[in-house]
């Protein structure tokens, strides 16, 4: 079962190529279901229409897992493609030896692409069961 994370957490969308990159848009939308969106510029989209296969990494307080999953888009729009990650395998990081104690710190320098990702969330819970 996927553990919870705060809206904005930083994950490693991990592709065929290998190709891997930061994403913000991760949500939780079940118990092995993860939705976030791409921009269509992306090359992470191009290689999830040609190879579904991917992980996401998470790295937040109390949070340090890998899910492995099969990536289906859902949704588009001009700007992104909206993307369902149906978990088949999570790979939980977590030692006693060590405790993740924050994540990744970002803010938005631009109202506008603010704006722009609280249009994204609010799409993304639109297309959650």
Known sequence: MLPDWPDGTV?????????????????RSGDATIHLALAHTRESLANLRDDPRCALTLLTAGVAVTAYASATVVAEDERVAYL????????????????????????WTDDGAEQGDAAIRARLRELQP
């Open 11 to 27: 994950a490693v969308l991990s592709t065929s190529g290998p190709h891997a990159i930061p994403v913000s848009t991760a949500t």
């Open 84 to 107: 369902r990650l149906d978990v088949h395998e999570l790979a939980d990081h977590d030692q006693p030896t060590f405790e993740v104690e924050d994540g990744v710190r970002w803010r």
